[in-house]
């Protein structure tokens, strides 16, 4: 029965080892946990290749191929935040490393879970066992103001999210006398089901970052340590976006005609207000949290697509986008040390790290879709799925807001090549293990550039499982 669950309850063993590790080290050596946790996730992803799939529960939870590909984007998210963790968190909370890594693999376990899950109440448990360790980390840098201000408003929104997706969910349940997803799917159009299952876009809203329910992120990004916002930035998106598929596209995907509208707006939405209100910023990791909201509108036009080619083109760009923004981010962690995270600290970076301004400026290309990095493939898979699927309203107006995103992104980059002599000349050092974890984001996105149709194919072969 558990054998479906073995990539879950592996990353559950890991996250077992490092409380004994842990409990074992003295109080002023903890940098090893970083590393155990790290090389567990790696041997985790190994084993990926060769776990078994089925169903488990009665088919609660169903490890199947949409399932690996998503909890592999999942890995490969904990293992570049793990070991981008490893030099802040000796450096910011020394007697609190152990807890931070704890939390990190606690909440990779409720994402792994996620994909799978069809169910309604394994996603609601699986969602708290991602979301709680979430707020913890955010709070990790408790004597700061902002710090605290992150952990409140990603709690709030967090909370206010859970409930409205449980009120939705409960109507849901009430209209259908089912939970599980295979059963919504065969569900007639009652009131309270589509009730439901507007409660339910606007839950997940919140734990996207989607407008309206956007206005957590700035603040959460700009205060929260700068490698878990890494990682909040991109797993547990992926890990929403990937049950939004399963409910929306699975159970729901009969009553398309009646959320996609609603969905449209807050996807057309979504892509003007995050790129409109990154441009005027001036802190580095506001910018990014705005261009994660433009991101977000983007991926959601995936389900308005409703096709195989549109959703393998979701998870293809969410695997890019882990590259390419958990890169950005570890980036703005390294410079943010010596300096501030506003971009006039960034001038003339290219003189002080010439490395990690190739690195930033290999990103923010990324993330901008200039060829032939990760992110213009994203960009292309997803504009050609929908403009097949008659979006191309939605692919004009894409392409134009993609045009926006490349002013602001050019102006971080601007600043790194073009801009005066920075006032402080001395040279950027990145610790062994920040140099790894960025290296292996870069690495990432000249891989997906390079070879695409390797992992647009297993991305087909996912998307194959949601849509008939």
């Given at each position: 029965?558990?054998?479906?669950?073995?990539?879950?309850?592996?990353?559950?063993?890991?996250?077992?080892?490092?409380?004994?590790?842990?409990?074992?080290?003295?109080?002023?050596?903890?940098?090893?946990?970083?590393?155990?946790?790290?090389?567990?996730?790696?041997?985790?992803?190994?084993?990926?290749f060769?776990?078994?799939?089925?169903?488990?529960?009665?088919?609660?939870?169903?490890?199947?191929?949409?399932?690996?590909?998503?909890?592999?984007?999942?890995?490969?998210?904990?293992?570049?935040?793990?070991?981008?963790?490893i030099?802040?968190?000796?450096?910011?909370?020394?007697?609190?490393?152990?807890e931070?890594?704890?939390?990190?693999?606690?909440?990779?376990?409720?994402?792994?879970?996620?994909?799978?899950?069809?169910?309604?109440?394994?996603?609601?448990?699986a969602?708290?066992?991602?979301?709680?360790?979430?707020?913890?980390?955010?709070?990790?840098?408790?004597?700061?103001?902002k710090?605290?201000?992150?952990?409140?408003?990603?709690?709030?929104?967090?909370?206010?999210?859970?409930?409205?997706?449980?009120?939705?969910?409960?109507?849901?349940?009430?209209?259908?006398?089912?939970?599980?997803?295979?059963?919504?799917?065969?569900?007639?159009?009652?009131?309270?089901?589509?009730?439901?299952?507007?409660?339910?876009?606007?839950?997940?809203?919140?734990?996207?970052?989607a407008?309206?329910?956007?206005?957590?992120?700035?603040?959460?990004?700009?205060?929260?340590?700068?490698?878990?916002?890494?990682?909040?930035?991109?797993?547990?998106?992926?890990?929403?976006?990937?049950?939004?598929?399963?409910?929306?596209?699975?159970?729901?995907?009969?009553?398309?005609?009646?959320?996609?509208?609603?969905?449209?707006?807050?996807?057309?939405?979504?892509?003007?207000?995050?790129?409109?209100?990154?441009?005027?910023?001036?802190?580095?990791?506001?910018?990014?949290?705005?261009?994660?909201?433009?991101?977000?509108?983007?991926?959601?036009l995936?389900?308005?697509?409703?096709?195989?080619?549109?959703?393998?083109?979701?998870?293809?760009?969410?695997?890019?986008?882990?590259?390419?923004?958990m890169?950005?981010?570890?980036?703005?962690?390294?410079?943010?040390?010596?300096?501030?995270?506003d971009v006039?600290?960034?001038?003339?970076?290219?003189?002080?790290?010439?490395?990690?301004?190739?690195?930033?400026?290999?990103?923010?290309?990324?993330?901008?879709?200039?060829?032939?990095?990760?992110?213009?493939?994203?960009?292309?898979?997803?504009?050609?799925?929908?403009?097949?699927?008659?979006?191309?309203?939605?692919?004009?107006?894409?392409?134009?807001?993609?045009?926006?995103?490349?002013?602001?992104?050019?102006?971080?980059?601007?600043?790194?090549?073009?801009?005066?002599?920075?006032?402080?000349?001395?040279?950027?050092?990145?610790?062994?293990?920040?140099?790894?974890?960025?290296?292996?984001?870069?690495?990432?996105?000249?891989v997906?550039?390079?070879?695409?149709?390797?992992?647009?194919?297993?991305?087909?072969?996912?998307?194959?499982?949601?849509?008939?």
């Amino acid at each position: 029965m558990l054998a479906p669950l073995m990539i879950p309850l592996a990353v559950l063993g890991v996250t077992l080892a490092v409380f004994i590790a842990d409990m074992a080290m003295t109080k002023d050596d903890k940098v090893g946990l970083g590393v155990l946790s790290t090389v567990g996730l790696v041997g985790v992803l190994a084993f990926s290749f060769v776990a078994p799939s089925g169903d488990a529960f009665g088919g609660a939870y169903s490890q199947d191929a949409f399932t690996l590909y998503v909890q592999r984007t999942l890995l490969i998210a904990g293992i570049i935040a793990s070991l981008g963790s490893i030099s802040h968190a000796a450096r910011c909370f020394p007697g609190r490393t152990g807890e931070n890594f704890l939390m990190l693999l606690f909440s990779l376990v409720g994402m792994l879970i996620l994909p799978g899950a069809r169910d309604v109440v394994t996603i609601v448990v699986a969602f708290e066992l991602m979301g709680l360790p979430l707020y913890v980390m955010a709070a990790m840098h408790k004597r700061s103001r902002k710090g605290v201000e992150a952990a409140w408003k990603l709690y709030l929104t967090g909370a206010v999210s859970s409930a409205i997706v449980l009120y939705g969910l409960s109507f849901v349940v009430g209209s259908t006398s089912a939970t599980g997803l295979h059963h919504l799917a065969m569900s007639q159009p009652a009131p309270l089901t589509i009730l439901g299952m507007m409660l339910i876009i606007g839950g997940m809203g919140f734990k996207l970052g989607a407008v309206p329910f956007h206005m957590w992120v700035p603040d959460t990004y700009q205060g929260a340590p700068t490698p878990f916002v890494a990682f909040l930035s991109v797993a547990p998106k992926a890990a929403g976006l990937a049950v939004f598929a399963r409910v929306l596209l699975e159970g729901f995907g009969h009553f398309r005609l009646i959320w996609w509208p609603a969905l449209l707006v807050v996807c057309v939405a979504t892509m003007l207000l995050g790129n409109l209100s990154a441009i005027p910023q001036k802190n580095v990791k506001r910018m990014l949290a705005y261009s994660g909201v433009a991101h977000m509108g983007l991926l959601l036009l995936a389900f308005g697509i409703a096709t195989i080619e549109g959703t393998a083109a979701m998870l293809f760009y969410l695997m890019a986008y882990v590259f390419m923004n958990m890169g950005a981010f570890l980036v703005v962690e390294v410079v943010g040390q010596s300096g501030s995270d506003d971009v006039v600290a960034w001038a003339g970076l290219h003189k002080r790290s010439p490395a990690l301004a190739l690195a930033m400026l290999m990103f923010l290309l990324s993330l901008g879709g200039i060829p032939f990095v990760a992110g213009f493939w994203a960009k292309v898979f997803l504009f050609m799925a929908a403009w097949k699927a008659g979006m191309s309203g939605l692919v004009v107006l894409g392409a134009m807001l993609s045009v926006v995103a490349l002013f602001y992104y050019m102006t971080l980059g601007r600043s790194i090549y073009v801009a005066d002599p920075p006032a402080d000349a001395a040279p950027i050092k990145a610790s062994p293990s920040m140099v790894w974890a960025i290296g292996l984001c870069v690495a990432g996105i000249i891989v997906m550039g390079v070879m695409p149709d390797v992992f647009y194919s297993a991305a087909r072969t996912a998307a194959a499982v949601i849509i008939p």
